[in-house]
């Protein structure tokens, strides 16, 4: 069974750019989300999907976005770039969002903002 | 507010026992759990313990919870060097349906 796939590995990028960052879950999983990992504030909560309809989102501003198809692949978007965007973003799938089931991390895509 | 703390840094030798140490906000939260990051790799599950228990023993790993001061700890037995990693606290928020992590610790084991 493929594991949670995130593309592309590595992004480099400028101030102002925008960026979309892509993952497939494992299959058969319909809850994906999104983290935030820098090295001064940890794992960072973005937003979780579920069957293709935003069910939680952090305390982020609206230049982050996402979306799932129906596939459950989903896709993260930052607009209007920023330096202390740069981080390591990573996705995580679930068959749901309960306590006992385990979340799935892909490698994560490094994001870095010039 | 939604804080899950834990410290940043641990050094252990090589065979002695690594205890890392967390506490987290929610005292409703039903699920709590210990991820593990290798370098330039996503998290991983290690464990996970319910609400309702005081300790869960794997193998090498023994988690602790104490829900009175909201206490959350993973003991490593016989610590060694494929166990260098960071390890992440997280609290099932069941309010919000959502994981909350801690900032990670870092395991450096010493030869």
């Known amino acids: 069974k493929a594991g949670v796939t995130q593309t592309p590995r590595y992004l480099i990028k400028t101030r102002g750019q925008q960026v979309t960052l892509s993952c497939s879950p494992i299959s058969g999983h319909r809850s994906v989300s999104w983290y935030q990992q820098t090295p001064g504030q940890g ?34 978007n930052v607009s209007t770039l920023e330096l202390g965007d740069s981080a390591l973003y990573l996705c995580a799938s679930s068959r749901d969002t309960r306590g006992d089931e385990k979340l799935f991390f892909g490698s994560g895509t490094q994001l870095s903002v010039l | 507010g939604e804080d899950v703390e834990q410290s940043l840094f641990l050094s252990v030798r090589e065979g002695d026992s690594s205890v890392i140490n967390c506490t987290y906000t929610d005292s409703s939260s039903t699920y709590l759990y210990w991820y593990k ?24 790993l023994t988690v602790l919870l104490n829900k009175k001061d909201k ?16 390890y992440f606290c997280a609290e099932f928020m069941n309010r919000d349906d959502k994981i909350i992590f801690g900032k990670g610790t870092r395991l450096h084991i010493l030869p």
Do not use: C, V, W
Request: proline share 3%; charged share 20%.
């Open chain 2, 71 to 86: 206490h959350l700890s993973l003991r490593i037995a016989d610590t060694q060097t494929g166990d260098s990693a960071i």
């Open chain 2, 37 to 60: 990051q290798e370098p330039g790799a996503g998290l991983q599950l290690l464990t996970y313990i319910f609400s309702n228990m005081d300790m869960k023993q794997d193998q090498r």
């Open chain 1, 43 to 76: 794992l960072q909560f973005l937003f979780e999907y579920f069957s293709e309809t935003q069910r939680n989102k952090g305390n982020f501003p609206g230049r982050f976005s996402g979306r799932q198809f129906s596939n459950s692949r989903s896709e993260m």
